[in-house]
């Protein structure tokens, strides 16, 4: 069983710094963006989608606890879009499992988790984008219901 704790500042600031470098990483293999200026490019990207820090408004960040053994297990960074009060929706910014606990059904614990949180913000819909290379995110997201909606393809010429 899993639990989100919200995320302490210090936790935070070193999740920020490496959000940004894991970003620029998965940009530049994606062939999105070259190597020089990847991380600049990331640096800026999540600067501008959390300008307060943990406490930019609508997102929410957490820590994600194995309750058995009390064991920090990953993190959770999720915002909640409202269109209207009746037509809430989450959106999916990042989701990480440390290295050491993947392939033992925490993702799948964590996605569950964050459907009842969903619930519990009234939310109806639940989106995210996942990097095309990412297989073990696609294959997850799909055994959990989810449905590719846009799919964006390019070719190097």
Same mark, same amino acid.
């Given at each position: 069983?899993?639990?989100?704790?919200?995320?302490?500042? /210090?936790?935070?600031?070193? *999740?920020?710094? !490496?959000?940004?470098?894991? *970003?620029?990483? @998965?940009?530049?293999?994606?062939?999105?963006?070259?190597? !020089?200026?990847?991380? @600049?490019?990331?640096?800026?990207?999540?600067? +501008?989608?959390?300008?307060? /820090?943990?406490?930019?408004?609508?997102?929410?960040? *957490? %820590?994600?606890y194995d309750?058995?053994?009390?064991?920090?297990?990953?993190?959770?960074?999720?915002? #909640?879009?409202?269109?209207?009060? $009746?037509?809430?929706?989450?959106?999916? *910014?990042? #989701?990480?499992?440390?290295?050491? &606990?993947?392939? +033992? /059904?925490?993702?799948?614990?964590?996605?569950?988790?964050?459907? @009842?949180?969903?619930? !519990?913000?009234?939310?109806n819909k639940? $989106?995210?984008?996942?990097?095309?290379?990412?297989?073990?995110?696609? %294959?997850? &997201?799909?055994?959990?219901?989810y449905k590719?909606?846009?799919?964006?393809?390019?070719?190097?010429?």
């Open positions: 069983m899993i639990e989100f704790i919200r995320m302490s500042k /210090g936790k935070f600031n070193t *999740y920020f710094k !490496e959000a940004i470098r894991k *970003y620029a990483e @998965e940009k530049v293999k994606a062939g999105n963006w070259s190597k !020089e200026n990847a991380f @600049e490019l990331a640096k800026q990207t999540i600067k +501008k989608l959390l300008p307060e /820090g943990i406490n930019t408004k609508t997102h929410h960040l *957490y %820590s994600i309750k058995e053994s009390d064991k920090k297990i990953g993190i959770i960074w999720f915002k #909640i879009n409202e269109n209207s009060s $009746s037509n809430q929706q989450m959106f999916l *910014y990042d #989701i990480l499992i440390n290295e050491k &606990y993947r392939g +033992k /059904g925490f993702g799948t614990q964590t996605i569950k988790k964050l459907e @009842e949180k969903a619930k !519990e913000l009234k939310c639940i $989106s995210l984008h996942v990097f095309a290379h990412n297989n073990p995110a696609i %294959s997850l &997201y799909k055994k959990m219901g590719i909606t846009n799919l964006m393809m390019s070719k190097e010429i």
